[in-house]
């Protein structure tokens, strides 16, 4: 149901944690600055809703727990500036743990009371949930890179996709002649849409190359390396590219440096976290690995969003562990904002009204990401990756590389 009403005037400023804990916004009409904008869900008197379905208890605890702190601190800095079509943003957030049902459930209870999704974490939740929130209309922001979610209108993905990011990340070890034509390529990935998009870029760019990947799966439960290790050492691979979860970052790593493997290690975004430094398998994993991926990452040299983004963190979490996803979900609500803002300027702040907004930006700045292109909901938003190595000496542990690239290569790729 869409009705129009006028908004009351008067902003509250909300803490970063009464927005956290938050409570659930009955009612689900109202409208702003007395211009009549429609609206249905997430709406109540002078309040916009919106939520994170994340894990923060589960194998993606710390990327989950500081991705939310990013959405959290992107609607933090609207609402001390006056909100959002003149609405104060409020921002549930629910820890699944990476449990499915727990997930399901959750979407269950916040659906009623929300605008939409600024965070939707877990490709196994996205799938689950997907026919919901398509059939709805509900704008839903997923942490994920895979192509499997393109062309979805109510399903933006920002950033680059997991084949282009493996694409790039594979161009930048020829350029430095790790790896050449003839090269044996282990890739070890999780099952389902992260690990086997992935995995999809190194295939093509090994088919294009002349090389060969050594198809390694492991499974998400998986605690014991041994088998994917030595499968790697038969092979005599000349790196590794590693989709999965960060124990088992760690596991690869340091099983394959035991058995005298020390080849190079590519990994994304979700692999990787600070914490993985302080284990055992730290000193390896600072040596051999690099990070492939399409935001900066946090407190980024030379970026002077990153820089604001890496103050407000310290100031609104001063005992926080930062990682690099402070940054993407920071950059991932500044995408909703504008989306929202859009949507405002039309006077339709519906669901459907938000997604059309969504639908209708180009050339989106966030500086995190590289510029992005919202149009075609079937192609990424961005093709260009940045390669990242390891500092334990920085907030985030992760320095920038090279700054933002792209292979030729990624024109021709084609699901």
């Known amino acids: 149901m869409t ?60 990327l989950g727990t500081t991705l939310a702190q990013g959405n959290q601190l992107y609607f933090d800095q609207r609402n001390a500036d006056g909100g959002i079509c003149g609405y104060t943003v409020k921002v549930e957030v629910r820890d699944h743990g990476n449990d499915v049902q727990k997930a399901v459930s959750q979407f269950a209870e916040l659906e009623p009371d929300i605008l939409g999704f600024t965070q939707l974490l877990g490709s196994p939740q996205v799938n689950a949930l997907k026919q919901d929130i398509d059939g709805k209309a509900i704008p839903t922001f997923v ?21 282009y990011d493996i694409i790039n990340g594979l161009s930048a070890l020829a350029e430095e002649g790790t790896i050449s034509t003839g090269s044996a390529i282990g890739h070890v990935h999780l099952p389902g849409d992260y690990g086997e998009n992935a995995l999809k870029g190194s295939v093509f760019y090994a088919e294009k190359k002349g090389m060969e990947i050594v198809d390694i799966a492991v499974e998400p439960t998986a605690t014991d390396y041994s088998a994917q290790v030595q499968q790697l050492v038969d092979a005599k691979v000349d790196a590794i590219v590693v989709s999965g979860t960060p124990p088992q970052l760690a596991g690869i790593v340091s099983g394959t440096a035991a058995l005298g493997l020390k080849v190079p290690v590519l990994t994304q975004g979700p692999a990787f976290g600070p914490a993985l430094l302080d284990t055992a398998a730290g000193g ?25 983004v890496a103050d407000a963190y310290t100031a609104a979490f001063p005992d926080g562990l930062p990682t690099i996803f402070v940054n993407y979900g920071y950059a991932t609500a500044s995408v909703f904002g504008q989306a929202l803002d ?29 510029p992005q292109s919202f149009r075609d909901p079937s192609a990424s938003a961005s093709s260009q990756s940045v390669l990242l190595t390891i500092d334990k000496a920085v907030a985030g542990a992760l320095v920038i590389e090279r700054d933002f690239f792209q292979d030729d290569l990624v024109k021709e790729y084609a699901e």
């Open 342 to 370: 859009a949507a405002c300027d039309t006077g339709d702040l519906t669901r459907k009204g938000v997604v059309d907004a969504l639908r209708g930006l180009s050339d989106v700045s966030t500086g995190i990401f590289a």
């Open 284 to 308: 390896e994993i600072a040596d051999r690995v690099r990070v492939v991926l399409s935001y900066l990452p946090f407190g980024a040299e030379g970026s002077e969003e990153a820089a604001t």
């Open 143 to 163: 942490a994920s890179w895979s192509s499997d979610f393109l062309g979805d209108d109510a399903i933006p993905i920002t950033g680059t996709i997991y084949p």
């Open 3 to 62: 009705t129009t009403r006028t908004v009351l005037a008067g902003i509250a400023i909300v803490s970063t944690a009464a927005l956290v804990s938050g409570c659930s916004a009955k009612g689900s009409s109202s409208a702003s600055g007395g211009d009549g904008v429609k609206t249905d869900f997430g709406v109540s008197g002078t309040t916009l809703t919106v939520a994170a379905l994340t894990d923060q208890t589960g194998p993606y605890a710390a």
